[in-house]
């Protein structure tokens, strides 16, 4: 497993949309109520908007969760305000983790992620402690047996993309954050089919894990994304491939 932060992170993140669909409509929710409080309910306007309102009907949230969201984060409905905060610290192995989180309430959150960490061998670390090792990307995985790698490249270039990279029988294809609505409408347009996406942070190097170190780092990695108020996790661990093979086992 080329395992680092941003292809973990998406796995995860699609076991819990798989199983715990209840907590990623919340999750969702969060992101649209910001998204209007910072800019509005028009979603012709409101790019952020536009995107969390396809992530949350990717996921069937019914219709009325989204216009309720919408609403509350407008300010005609009633509802607490909800902050986007980044936390950040250190795994196992001294792995660095950075959490995006959406909260109304921070005074409840910092506590309780920094339990996260301290069960699980690690810390809650400072303010950019660890975030110069992360670049700030928007991320399309893509089956590369299912997609024409001529067609994605051509599609992605031309949308304003950055690159695609063939990993595990995948294509990741990376943009910056500014151009990710555009490649996303582009990749729909010529029907590629994409797996996962997100805006993540995509480490600059990663740190190789032992059987044992992998396991704790994993475990960390999905507490961190089951709770209630993170959006992502992104971190710099690549587990080697013999040692992924024994954690399977």
């Known amino acids: 497993m080329a395992g680092h932060s941003h292809w973990a992170g998406i796995k995860h993140k699609k076991a819990l949309i798989d199983n715990k669909r209840g907590k990623v409509w919340s999750k969702l929710s969060k992101a649209i109520i910001v998204a209007a409080q910072m800019g509005g309910g028009d979603v012709e306007t409101n790019i952020r908007l536009r995107t969390a309102i396809a992530d949350a009907r990717a996921v069937s949230m019914p219709k009325e969760n989204i216009a309720r969201a919408v609403k509350k984060g407008t300010g005609e409905l009633a509802g607490a305000r909800v902050e986007e905060v980044i936390y950040e610290g250190y795994g196992p192995g001294g792995v660095a983790v950075m959490c995006d989180i959406l909260t109304d309430n921070r005074n409840r959150t910092a506590p309780e992620l920094r339990k996260v960490f301290e069960v699980h061998g690690g810390k809650l670390g400072s303010s950019n402690c660890v975030a110069y090792l992360f670049e700030r990307k928007g991320l399309f995985v893509i089956d590369a047996e299912a997609t024409d790698e001529e067609l994605l490249m051509e599609t992605v270039l031309e949308s304003g993309g950055d690159d695609v990279r063939t990993e595990e029988g995948k294509f990741h294809v990376t943009c ?63 587990i080697p491939d013999e040692a992924m093979a024994e954690i399977g086992e």
Not at 179 to 188: E, H, R, Y
Not at 214 to 230: A, G, N, T
């Open 176 to 238: 910056e954050p500014e151009t990710f609505s555009d490649v996303s409408a582009a990749l729909a347009a010529a029907e590629v089919a994409v797996e996962a996406k997100q805006i993540t942070r995509i480490p600059n190097n990663t740190v190789d894990l032992d059987v044992e170190t992998s396991r704790k780092v994993l475990k960390l990695m999905e507490e961190l994304d089951d709770h209630d108020d993170v959006q992502n996790v992104s971190a710099n661990f690549n």
